[in-house]
């Protein structure tokens, strides 16, 4: 079963406008924590923001924000204020403990967004 | 400024041949990791470190290995390349084990393999 679910193969957006983009995952792990990384058509992966999961308030970090929804595992990323450099692929990711004290990083498939001029 | 290196940014090898991609960070981490990229299945987590000669299976460990002698030093090993493994090879470093900080992992720019 995926651990990290992302729906949403592709999204558009129009410059300046607002987006969201889904992410819902799966553990039974108490503590763990949500990533969202931004990978532009260079290939590079961007560290955006983190959630953890017993952070009482929502994350944000300039134009990004995390929607979390604990009872409903849900960690969408809401970018606001689109610009034309924020075409890239994003990937939810959760980490989670993997035996003892040590801690792995899962990622889902990654959503495509467009922004259109 | 912080820095993981991965020696190869395109190889082209040949099937049975044995391949190693070398990742090296300059930041003093604890953790290092191992992921395979394919177009529509994200990232893969393949073999992860959490000490010196320490390694533990991730997702997809199968036709892989990995070596790590120095805290610096992180090498994916294809014992026997096989057209499958034809992929882009992402590695990444984390602070240490624990804390939300600790884990953010800074990227390699990443191996593309091609096995012919």
């Known amino acids: 079963a995926q651990k990290i679910t992302q729906t949403q193969p592709g999204m558009f957006v129009q410059e300046k406008e607002a987006v969201t983009l889904d992410c819902t995952y799966d553990?039974?792990?108490?503590?763990?924590?949500l990533f969202w990384y931004k990978q532009p058509s260079s290939g590079e992966m961007i560290f955006l923001i983190y959630q953890g999961s017993y952070d009482q308030q929502n994350a944000t970090e300039g134009r990004y924000s995390l929607n979390f929804q604990k009872a409903r595992k849900s960690a969408n990323l809401v970018i606001s204020a689109s610009q034309l450099g924020d075409s890239a692929m994003y990937f939810c990711?959760?980490?989670?403990?993997?035996?003892?004290?040590?801690?792995?990083?899962?990622f889902g498939k990654g959503t495509l967004l467009t922004v259109n001029p | 400024d912080v820095k993981v290196t991965q020696s190869s940014r395109y190889l082209v090898k040949r099937t049975g041949e044995k391949v190693f991609l070398e990742c090296v960070q300059d930041m003093d981490h604890e953790n290092m990791f191992w992921y395979r990229q394919d177009p529509g299945l994200g990232l893969r987590l393949i073999y992860f470190s959490y000490d010196v000669k320490m390694k533990e299976k991730g997702d997809i460990p199968e036709g892989y290995s990995v070596s790590r002698e120095k805290k610096e030093r992180f090498s994916l090993i294809l014992e026997s390349a096989s057209t499958n493994q034809t992929s882009m090879y992402l590695c990444a470093s984390s602070l240490g084990r624990r804390g939300a900080g600790a884990n953010v992992l800074t990227f390699g720019a990443g191996s593309r393999l091609t096995v012919l």
């Open positions: 990711a959760m980490r989670e403990r993997s035996g003892g004290s040590n801690y792995k990083l899962t």
């Open positions: 553990t039974s792990d108490p503590s763990y924590g």
